[in-house]
Nanobody, 125 residues
């Protein structure tokens, strides 16, 4: 069964850090770009970061640039999102998604063909 499962969400104080994981099963991540998205209450889902196959290139939404780092470990079939300097506006449900291509082509939902169920990130003092 093809599946993506996120983990690592939780409650953190402003300025804190979390590392999200996205474990794939039923297929190999090796040849595919991976993206992270988030959706806050009352807002549309937005792309946060994307990493090409083999991790050769990474891309970030402007608001998370320099604070978030996307990475992958193909040997573990897992993608990651390290989030530092968290702000209240980062609070959302975070989703990972697999692209059908080896390169990031944008953040349109139609550009990804597999999604995880999401993990909640809350930022509050």
């Amino acid at each position: 069964q093809v599946q993506l499962v996120e983990s690592g969400g939780g409650l953190v104080q402003p300025g804190g850090s979390l590392k999200l994981s996205c474990a794939a099963s039923g297929f190999s991540l090796d040849n595919y770009a991976m993206g992270w998205f988030r959706q806050a209450p009352g807002k549309e889902r937005e792309g946060v970061a994307c990493i090409n196959a083999r991790g050769r290139d990474t891309f970030y939404q402007d608001s998370v640039e320099a604070r978030f780092t996307i990475s992958r470990d193909d040997a573990k079939n897992t993608a990651y999102l390290q989030m530092n300097g968290l702000k209240s506006e980062d609070a959302a449900i975070y989703y990972c998604a697999k692209a059908p291509y080896n390169k990031c082509t944008g953040y349109g939902p139609q550009q990804y063909d597999r999604w995880g169920q999401g993990t909640q990130v809350a930022v509050s003092s």
